[in-house]
T-cell receptor
Framework: DSGVTQTPKHLITATGQRVTLRCSPRSGDLSVYWYQQSLDQGLQFLIQYYNGEERAKGNILERFSAQQFPDLHSELNLSSLELGDSALYFC?????????????FGPGTRLTVT | GQQLNQSPQSMFIQEGEDVSMNCTSSSIFNTWLWYKQDPGEGPVLLIALYKAGELTSNGRLTAQFGITRKDSFLNISASIPSDVGIYFCAGHSGNTGKLIFGQGTTLQVKP
Protein backbone atom coordinates (compact mmCIF):
# COMPACT_ATOMS: atom_id res chain seq x y z
CA ASP A 1 0.00 0.00 0.00
CA SER A 2 1.60 3.26 -1.20
CA GLY A 3 -0.54 5.46 1.03
CA VAL A 4 -2.05 7.21 -2.00
CA THR A 5 -5.80 6.67 -2.32
CA GLN A 6 -7.98 7.13 -5.38
CA THR A 7 -11.72 6.97 -5.86
CA PRO A 8 -13.61 5.56 -7.56
CA LYS A 9 -11.85 2.35 -8.56
CA HIS A 10 -14.00 1.93 -11.66
CA LEU A 11 -16.12 4.37 -13.60
CA ILE A 12 -18.35 3.64 -16.58
CA THR A 13 -19.96 6.54 -18.37
CA ALA A 14 -21.25 7.62 -21.75
CA THR A 15 -19.69 9.85 -24.38
CA GLY A 16 -20.27 13.53 -23.80
CA GLN A 17 -20.48 13.16 -20.03
CA ARG A 18 -18.30 14.68 -17.33
CA VAL A 19 -16.60 12.83 -14.47
CA THR A 20 -14.46 13.70 -11.47
CA LEU A 21 -11.64 11.52 -10.19
CA ARG A 22 -10.37 12.04 -6.68
CA CYS A 23 -6.95 11.52 -5.15
CA SER A 24 -5.61 11.79 -1.60
CA PRO A 25 -1.80 11.95 -1.41
CA ARG A 26 0.39 10.22 1.17
CA SER A 27 0.40 11.93 4.52
CA GLY A 28 2.81 14.86 4.40
CA ASP A 29 3.26 14.89 0.61
CA LEU A 30 2.73 18.28 -1.01
CA SER A 31 2.93 17.31 -4.68
CA VAL A 32 0.25 15.48 -6.62
CA TYR A 33 0.65 14.20 -10.17
CA TRP A 34 -1.89 12.80 -12.60
CA TYR A 35 -0.99 10.22 -15.26
CA GLN A 36 -3.01 8.49 -17.94
CA GLN A 37 -2.25 4.92 -18.98
CA SER A 38 -3.67 3.57 -22.21
CA LEU A 39 -2.66 0.57 -24.29
CA ASP A 40 -1.41 2.60 -27.23
CA GLN A 41 0.17 5.56 -25.39
CA GLY A 42 1.57 3.94 -22.26
CA LEU A 43 1.93 6.04 -19.09
CA GLN A 44 1.64 9.72 -19.91
CA PHE A 45 2.08 12.65 -17.53
CA LEU A 46 -0.90 14.99 -17.41
CA ILE A 47 -0.35 17.59 -14.73
CA GLN A 48 1.39 18.33 -11.40
CA TYR A 49 0.24 20.41 -8.45
CA TYR A 50 2.42 21.48 -5.57
CA ASN A 51 0.81 22.83 -2.40
CA GLY A 52 -2.25 24.00 -4.28
CA GLU A 53 -0.47 25.56 -7.27
CA GLU A 54 -0.10 24.13 -10.75
CA ARG A 55 3.58 23.24 -11.19
CA ALA A 56 3.95 21.41 -14.50
CA LYS A 57 1.74 20.48 -17.38
CA GLY A 58 1.99 17.65 -19.87
CA ASN A 59 -0.13 16.88 -22.90
CA ILE A 60 -3.36 17.40 -21.00
CA LEU A 61 -6.39 18.00 -23.18
CA GLU A 62 -8.32 21.25 -22.80
CA ARG A 63 -11.37 19.14 -21.86
CA PHE A 64 -9.45 17.97 -18.79
CA SER A 65 -8.74 20.09 -15.73
CA ALA A 66 -7.42 19.51 -12.25
CA GLN A 67 -7.07 21.26 -8.94
CA GLN A 68 -5.49 20.68 -5.56
CA PHE A 69 -7.40 21.75 -2.49
CA PRO A 70 -6.13 23.24 0.80
CA ASP A 71 -6.22 19.78 2.43
CA LEU A 72 -3.93 18.68 -0.46
CA HIS A 73 -6.33 16.22 -2.04
CA SER A 74 -6.71 16.63 -5.78
CA GLU A 75 -9.44 16.16 -8.34
CA LEU A 76 -9.14 15.53 -12.06
CA ASN A 77 -12.16 16.62 -14.07
CA LEU A 78 -12.76 15.09 -17.48
CA SER A 79 -15.52 16.59 -19.62
CA SER A 80 -17.11 16.01 -23.02
CA LEU A 81 -15.83 12.47 -22.76
CA GLU A 82 -14.88 10.55 -25.88
CA LEU A 83 -14.34 6.84 -26.43
CA GLY A 84 -10.61 7.47 -26.62
CA ASP A 85 -10.57 8.79 -23.07
CA SER A 86 -11.08 5.26 -21.78
CA ALA A 87 -7.94 4.49 -19.80
CA LEU A 88 -6.47 4.00 -16.38
CA TYR A 89 -5.88 7.28 -14.55
CA PHE A 90 -3.26 7.29 -11.84
CA CYS A 91 -2.49 9.79 -9.17
CA UNK A 92 0.98 9.91 -7.62
CA UNK A 93 2.38 11.99 -4.78
CA UNK A 94 5.77 13.07 -3.56
CA UNK A 95 7.16 15.12 -0.71
CA UNK A 96 8.40 17.98 -2.85
CA UNK A 97 8.08 19.49 -6.26
CA UNK A 98 11.29 18.74 -8.11
CA UNK A 99 13.37 15.87 -9.40
CA UNK A 100 14.76 14.77 -6.04
CA UNK A 101 11.50 13.36 -4.78
CA UNK A 102 10.24 9.83 -5.40
CA UNK A 103 6.73 9.48 -6.70
CA UNK A 104 4.35 6.94 -5.19
CA PHE A 105 1.36 5.85 -7.19
CA GLY A 106 -2.20 5.14 -6.16
CA PRO A 107 -4.22 2.12 -7.31
CA GLY A 108 -5.79 4.04 -10.20
CA THR A 109 -9.26 4.69 -11.56
CA ARG A 110 -10.32 2.68 -14.58
CA LEU A 111 -12.51 4.87 -16.79
CA THR A 112 -14.62 3.25 -19.48
CA VAL A 113 -16.46 5.52 -21.88
CA THR A 114 -19.22 3.81 -23.87
CA GLY B 1 8.76 14.60 -27.49
CA GLN B 2 11.26 12.88 -25.24
CA GLN B 3 11.12 9.12 -25.20
CA LEU B 4 12.61 6.28 -23.30
CA ASN B 5 13.31 3.11 -25.24
CA GLN B 6 12.95 0.10 -23.01
CA SER B 7 14.07 -3.38 -23.95
CA PRO B 8 13.29 -6.16 -24.19
CA GLN B 9 9.58 -5.71 -24.68
CA SER B 10 8.89 -9.07 -23.03
CA MET B 11 10.76 -11.92 -21.40
CA PHE B 12 9.79 -15.47 -20.56
CA ILE B 13 12.28 -17.10 -18.22
CA GLN B 14 12.67 -20.08 -15.92
CA GLU B 15 12.43 -19.62 -12.16
CA GLY B 16 15.90 -19.11 -10.69
CA GLU B 17 17.32 -17.36 -13.75
CA ASP B 18 18.71 -13.85 -13.68
CA VAL B 19 17.00 -11.10 -15.69
CA SER B 20 18.35 -7.94 -17.23
CA MET B 21 16.45 -5.09 -18.86
CA ASN B 22 17.47 -1.61 -19.89
CA CYS B 23 16.32 1.82 -20.91
CA THR B 24 17.97 4.27 -23.25
CA SER B 25 17.28 7.82 -24.27
CA SER B 26 18.60 10.22 -26.86
CA SER B 27 18.64 12.97 -24.25
CA ILE B 28 20.07 13.32 -20.75
CA PHE B 29 18.00 12.38 -17.73
CA ASN B 30 18.53 13.74 -14.21
CA THR B 31 17.04 10.74 -12.43
CA TRP B 32 16.12 7.17 -13.26
CA LEU B 33 13.42 5.22 -11.47
CA TRP B 34 12.27 1.66 -11.89
CA TYR B 35 8.67 0.64 -11.19
CA LYS B 36 6.81 -2.69 -11.25
CA GLN B 37 3.15 -2.88 -12.15
CA ASP B 38 0.82 -5.82 -11.58
CA PRO B 39 -2.36 -6.11 -13.66
CA GLY B 40 -5.00 -3.63 -12.55
CA GLU B 41 -2.71 -2.04 -9.96
CA GLY B 42 -0.65 1.12 -9.77
CA PRO B 43 3.10 1.14 -10.42
CA VAL B 44 5.19 0.34 -7.35
CA LEU B 45 8.54 2.06 -6.94
CA LEU B 46 11.44 -0.41 -6.84
CA ILE B 47 14.60 1.69 -7.07
CA ALA B 48 15.42 5.38 -7.54
CA LEU B 49 18.76 6.61 -8.92
CA TYR B 50 19.96 10.20 -8.64
CA LYS B 51 23.61 10.27 -9.71
CA ALA B 52 25.37 9.23 -12.89
CA GLY B 53 27.22 5.98 -12.28
CA GLU B 54 25.16 5.18 -9.18
CA LEU B 55 24.58 1.49 -8.54
CA THR B 56 21.78 0.67 -6.09
CA SER B 57 20.35 -2.60 -4.81
CA ASN B 58 17.02 -3.49 -3.28
CA GLY B 59 17.07 -7.16 -2.29
CA ARG B 60 17.47 -9.22 -5.47
CA LEU B 61 17.15 -6.10 -7.62
CA THR B 62 20.09 -4.01 -8.77
CA ALA B 63 19.88 -0.89 -10.94
CA GLN B 64 22.45 1.47 -12.37
CA PHE B 65 22.34 5.05 -13.62
CA GLY B 66 24.49 5.15 -16.77
CA ILE B 67 27.58 7.35 -16.87
CA THR B 68 26.30 9.22 -19.93
CA ARG B 69 22.98 9.87 -18.10
CA LYS B 70 21.22 8.51 -21.16
CA ASP B 71 20.65 4.96 -19.96
CA SER B 72 19.86 2.71 -17.02
CA PHE B 73 19.56 -1.00 -16.44
CA LEU B 74 17.74 -3.22 -13.96
CA ASN B 75 18.88 -6.69 -13.00
CA ILE B 76 16.81 -9.23 -11.09
CA SER B 77 18.73 -12.16 -9.68
CA ALA B 78 17.35 -15.64 -8.97
CA SER B 79 13.87 -14.85 -10.28
CA ILE B 80 10.79 -16.20 -8.49
CA PRO B 81 7.17 -16.49 -9.66
CA SER B 82 6.10 -13.31 -7.85
CA ASP B 83 8.51 -11.31 -10.03
CA VAL B 84 5.92 -11.62 -12.81
CA GLY B 85 4.64 -8.25 -13.95
CA ILE B 86 5.46 -5.25 -16.09
CA TYR B 87 8.62 -3.31 -15.29
CA PHE B 88 8.85 0.35 -16.25
CA CYS B 89 11.79 2.68 -16.31
CA ALA B 90 11.06 6.37 -15.80
CA GLY B 91 13.05 9.52 -15.49
CA HIS B 92 13.10 13.26 -15.03
CA SER B 93 14.69 15.12 -17.93
CA GLY B 94 14.11 18.61 -16.63
CA ASN B 95 13.60 20.27 -13.29
CA THR B 96 9.90 19.58 -12.91
CA GLY B 97 8.33 16.53 -11.33
CA LYS B 98 7.14 15.27 -14.72
CA LEU B 99 8.16 11.64 -15.19
CA ILE B 100 8.70 10.18 -18.64
CA PHE B 101 8.07 6.44 -18.82
CA GLY B 102 9.43 3.67 -21.00
CA GLN B 103 7.07 1.30 -22.77
CA GLY B 104 7.56 -1.44 -20.20
CA THR B 105 9.08 -4.94 -20.10
CA THR B 106 6.64 -7.77 -19.44
CA LEU B 107 8.26 -10.50 -17.39
CA GLN B 108 6.88 -14.01 -17.15
CA VAL B 109 8.50 -16.60 -14.90
CA LYS B 110 7.97 -20.31 -15.41
CA PRO B 111 8.05 -22.28 -12.14
Amino acid sequence: DSGVTQTPKHLITATGQRVTLRCSPRSGDLSVYWYQQSLDQGLQFLIQYYNGEERAKGNILERFSAQQFPDLHSELNLSSLELGDSALYFCASSGGAGVDYEQYFGPGTRLTVT
Amino acid sequence: GQQLNQSPQSMFIQEGEDVSMNCTSSSIFNTWLWYKQDPGEGPVLLIALYKAGELTSNGRLTAQFGITRKDSFLNISASIPSDVGIYFCAGHSGNTGKLIFGQGTTLQVKP
